[in-house]
């Protein structure tokens, strides 16, 4: 797993040929998924405050943290079965759902800057980058329809994951509100 992950990080095409071609690599790409969004969650989270100035104690940032990957964990879904329903029914390409997680989830692993708030959106960028070198492994339909495919559902993944972060967010800064009065 080591090795794809620097496959990953170097934008090593026949990394991305290789991880979604393996059924086993399911497990693997939803650990990546999970613990990159993790680690940048418990970092992100000492940033925040509430409008009265009080930051997250140990509580929030930890059920920040684990919301911040159960929320990657639904955003990387929904982005694998848009790029399925892009490939395949708008743009004529043969993929499979395991396929597009097996990819998104090994190209998640740019989200790891994300533990430097300023540096989240690059992550992002990286991300749709590897996630078009690998659709244009498996799908071989040219480089304008993978980068279309990568782009909105990439797209769609960061929408997913931010509105849904700023769901759990809003929640635990109104839970620490309504607890210091």
């Given at each position: 797993?080591?090795?794809?992950?620097?496959?990953?990080?170097?934008?090593?095409?026949?990394?991305?040929?290789?991880?979604?071609?393996?059924?086993?690599?399911?497990?693997?790409?939803?650990?990546?998924?999970?613990?990159?969004?993790?680690?940048?969650g418990?970092?992100?989270?000492?940033?925040?405050?509430?409008?009265?100035?009080?930051?997250?104690?140990?509580?929030?940032?930890?059920?920040?943290?684990?919301a911040?990957?159960?929320?990657?964990?639904?955003?990387?879904?929904?982005?694998?079965?848009?790029?399925?329903?892009?490939?395949?029914?708008?743009?004529?390409?043969?993929?499979?759902?395991?396929?597009?997680?097996?990819?998104?989830?090994?190209?998640?692993?740019?989200?790891?800057?994300?533990?430097?708030?300023?540096?989240?959106?690059?992550?992002?960028?990286?991300?749709?980058i590897?996630?078009?070198?690998?659709?244009?492994?498996?799908?071989?339909?040219?480089?304008?329809?993978?980068?279309?495919?990568?782009?909105?559902?990439?797209?769609?993944?960061?929408?997913?994951?931010?509105?849904?972060?700023?769901?759990?967010?809003?929640?635990?800064?109104?839970?620490?509100?309504?607890?210091?009065?």
């Amino acid at each position: 797993m080591f090795n794809r992950i620097i496959g990953a990080l170097s934008f090593n095409a026949a990394t991305y040929r290789e991880v979604a071609n393996d059924l086993a690599a399911n497990r693997q790409a939803a650990l990546i998924v999970s613990v990159v969004s993790f680690l940048a969650g418990f970092v992100s989270a000492f940033t925040f405050t509430t409008p009265d100035g009080q930051g997250f104690g140990a509580t929030e940032v930890i059920i920040f943290s684990i919301a911040s990957a159960i929320v990657a964990l639904i955003a990387w879904g929904i982005s694998a079965f848009i790029a399925v329903f892009i490939a395949t029914a708008l743009l004529g390409g043969k993929t499979s759902m395991g396929e597009m997680l097996r990819i998104g989830g090994y190209a998640s692993v740019f989200n790891i800057l994300g533990i430097v708030p300023i540096l989240g959106i690059a992550g992002w960028i990286l991300l749709i980058i590897a996630t078009i070198i690998g659709i244009n492994q498996v799908i071989a339909f040219g480089a304008r329809r993978a980068i279309a495919t990568a782009v909105i559902a990439g797209a769609l993944r960061f929408i997913a994951m931010y509105l849904l972060l700023g769901i759990v967010l809003v929640g635990l800064i109104w839970s620490l509100a309504l607890t210091a009065r």
